[in-house]
């Protein structure tokens, strides 16, 4: 099993609706958790950080986070076609300090005019 | 303010060869990890660098090392390229050893032939 898993995709979404990107995790000490935007040929961006199980918006983005299920999700509303990109699940194992992030391996989203 | 640089942008080894890249944080950072990206993977990570010492491993072998410099700056090498090598190697950088919030530069695209 995968410590990180999400759906390869792609996805595909009309302008203006509601994208919903999916991830699960298996290690339960997982504590952070985060959505990275890579767009084809560039390096991963942070766009969104959540720590605690509930809902967490920023601008057009709603990242939600279940430990009981050891589920994480990113929505994103009225999308539009600049949000065409991979989008990486990461996670944060609080042990032993440092930094390491685990990462999906994605989810391709494609917006369609 | 440079984000995160990393050089060269494009490398291209035979089997067996050895390689150095090189990254320098952003600016008022002091921790750099790496990370391996495979085409249609997400990037796996391979070492974090504080305080001019190795602090997390991943799953790589030894063939792969770092060092770390006393301005922050880091650099990799990989000894007895494998086919399997040919990857986007990304530096990320942080303020600090245990802080998540990682800044990747736009990486190096080594390919082994």
């Known amino acids: 099993q995968k410590e990180v898993e999400q759906n390869s995709g792609p996805l595909s979404v009309p302008e203006g609706a509601i994208a919903s990107l999916n991830c699960t995790y298996s290690?339960?000490?997982?504590?952070?958790f985060f959505w990275y935007r890579q767009y084809s040929g560039k390096s991963p961006e942070l766009i969104m950080s959540?720590?605690?199980?509930g809902d967490k918006e920023d601008g057009r983005f709603t990242a939600q986070l279940n430990k009981a299920s050891q589920y994480v999700s990113l929505l994103i509303r009225d999308s539009q076609p600049s949000d065409s990109a991979t989008y990486l699940c990461?996670?944060?194992?609080?042990?032993?300090?440092?930094?390491?992030?685990?990462f999906g391996t994605g989810t391709q989203l494609k917006v369609e005019l | 303010d440079a984000g995160v640089t990393q050089s060269p942008t494009h490398l291209i080894k035979t089997r067996g060869q050895q390689v150095t890249l090189r990254c320098s944080p952003k600016?008022?950072?002091?921790?750099v990890s790496w990370y391996q990206q495979a085409l249609g993977q997400g990037p796996q990570f391979i070492f974090q660098?504080?305080?001019?010492?190795?602090?997390q491993r991943g799953n790589f072998p030894d063939r792969f090392s770092g060092h770390q410099f006393p301005n922050y700056s880091s650099e990799l090498n990989v000894n007895a390229l494998l086919l399997g090598d040919s990857a986007l190697y990304l530096c990320?950088?942080?303020?600090?050893?245990?802080?998540?919030?990682?800044?990747f530069g736009s990486g190096t695209q080594l390919s082994v032939l």
């Open positions: 990320a950088s942080s303020f600090g050893e245990t802080n998540e919030k990682l800044f």
């Open positions: 990461a996670v944060r194992r609080l042990t032993g300090g440092g930094n390491k992030l685990t």
């Open positions: 290690d339960r000490v997982s504590q952070s």
């Open positions: 600016s008022g950072h002091d921790t």
């Open positions: 660098y504080y305080e001019e010492e190795e602090r």
């Open positions: 959540i720590y605690s199980n």
